[in-house]
């Protein structure tokens, strides 16, 4: 089992930026499957970006070219930058992790959350 707690979050003009950070409270995070996840008012999650045990990292289409998701083991800290914000990427953040090897793209497969953090671009 691993806390996860997400921070970063705000209020941002269109355009503008943001970097997520979620940090981890296991010392050996990096065995973890890791990914960021959203949910806005009234919509389902959605991934955001997941990253495996084999250093492959996967971007929902709508943030290709404008997120980037990395990790820093040995703070235990995942981060998301995100660029080129729009309306539509207002939600609410999580990131997840799941004990690997195997690792997934979807949500229900992770069983350890964050509280979350409101992005919220205007």
């Known amino acids: 089992h691993v806390q996860l707690v997400e921070s970063g979050g705000g209020e941002v003009q269109a355009g503008g930026s943001l970097l997520l950070s979620c940090q981890g409270s296991d010392y050996t995070i990096r065995s973890y499957c890791m990914g960021w996840f959203r949910q806005a008012p009234g919509k389902e999650r959605e991934r955001v970006a997941t990253f495996r045990t084999d250093g492959v990292t996967r971007y929902d289409d709508s943030v290709k070219g404008r997120f980037t998701a990395s990790k820093d083991s040995a703070k235990k800290t995942l981060y998301l930058q995100m660029n080129t914000l729009k309306p539509e990427d207002t939600a609410m953040y999580y990131c997840?992790?799941?004990?690997?090897?195997?690792?997934?793209?979807?949500?229900?497969?992770?069983?350890?959350w964050g509280q979350g953090t409101q992005v919220t671009v205007s």
């Open positions: 997840a992790a799941e004990e690997g090897p195997i690792c997934s793209d979807y949500d229900w497969d992770y069983g350890n």
